[in-house]
């Protein structure tokens, strides 16, 4: 242990967005309970990358007692995170077609039904609004990095409350597009490290981000910008972003 300058995070002020987690070079910090919180001292080199990534002004300074920085220890959990995002799993495993939830599923709108092990036939809902989704999962942790469905896809990113407060969600985003919904408040990860590996792996058509107006929601548009970013790739993209009350306030 040593005296030294590393950061604070004030978990009263953090809104949960994730941005200092992206910012953060080491890895220092991840997603608890929606709140940013310093993994461990010896992660934290001290230089503040995270500080003006900060909306809410929740990170700061301080000198205490603490282990001292240590790279390789800090470049080894940013590897196990990384090979955990790809592969999304904690025991290192692709997900196929094993587990229910995880299973790889195809929905073909058009025709009732398909002769792969990962398709499944569109339900019919016989009230006329019928689902749009055409694959499962659609959660960004639980998507695998390679899937059929991304060739040539038009790709749908989402905070999961847009489909909630926009009343046509599925006819207006969801339609014709590969949907990956989530919520970096909630969701205890960084999204662009997958995201990244699903645009640079993937022939995408194009990118529609949709958020909320929430100051919360900025990291999953963070995150997919970024990731197009660093895929290398040039595809069409815009953010839409939706109110409180439901409505479309600029594309």
Same mark, same amino acid.
């Given at each position: 242990m040593m005296k030294r300058q590393i950061i604070h995070i004030d978990r009263e002020k953090c809104s949960g967005c994730g941005l200092c987690a992206e910012a953060c070079?080491?890895?220092?910090?991840? @997603?608890v309970d929606g709140k940013a919180e310093l993994l461990r001292d010896d992660y934290c080199d001290g230089m503040g990358?995270?500080?003006? =990534?900060?909306? =809410?002004?929740?990170?700061?300074?301080?000198?205490?007692?603490?282990?001292?920085?240590?790279?390789?220890?800090?470049?080894?959990?940013?590897t196990r995170?990384?090979? $955990? @995002? !790809?592969?999304?799993?904690?025991?290192?495993?692709?997900?196929?077609? $094993?587990?229910?939830g995880t299973n790889v599923k195809m929905f073909n709108r058009n025709t009732d039904s398909d002769n792969s092990c990962c398709t499944a036939p569109a339900p019919v809902s016989g009230t006329g609004d019928e689902s749009q989704l055409r694959q499962w999962p659609v959660q960004i942790k639980l998507a695998p990095v390679n899937a059929p469905y991304f060739n040539n896809a038009y790709l749908l990113i989402a905070a999961d409350c847009t489909a909630y407060a926009y $009343?046509?969600?599925?006819?207006?985003?969801?339609?014709?597009?590969?949907? !990956?919904? $989530?919520?970096?408040? !909630?969701? =205890?990860?960084?999204?662009?490290?997958? !995201?990244?590996a699903i645009l640079s792996g993937n022939s995408i058509k194009s990118l529609t981000v949709v958020r909320m107006e929430v100051p919360c929601c900025g990291g999953i548009e963070h995150a997919a910008v970024t990731a197009l970013k660093n895929s290398g790739k040039f595809i069409p993209w815009q953010v839409v972003t939706i109110s409180t009350d439901g409505n479309i306030l600029e594309v």
């Open positions: 070079h080491e890895g220092a910090i991840g @997603m990358d995270c500080l003006p =990534a900060c909306p =809410a002004g929740a990170i700061t300074f301080e000198e205490r007692e603490a282990a001292a920085y240590d790279k390789n220890a800090a470049d080894e959990h940013k995170k990384i090979t $955990g @995002m !790809l592969h999304n799993a904690d025991n290192d495993k692709p997900l196929p077609c $094993g587990c229910p $009343g046509n969600f599925h006819k207006d985003f969801i339609k014709g597009s590969v949907t !990956l919904i $989530g919520c970096p408040k !909630l969701d =205890a990860v960084d999204y662009t490290e997958k !995201l990244t």
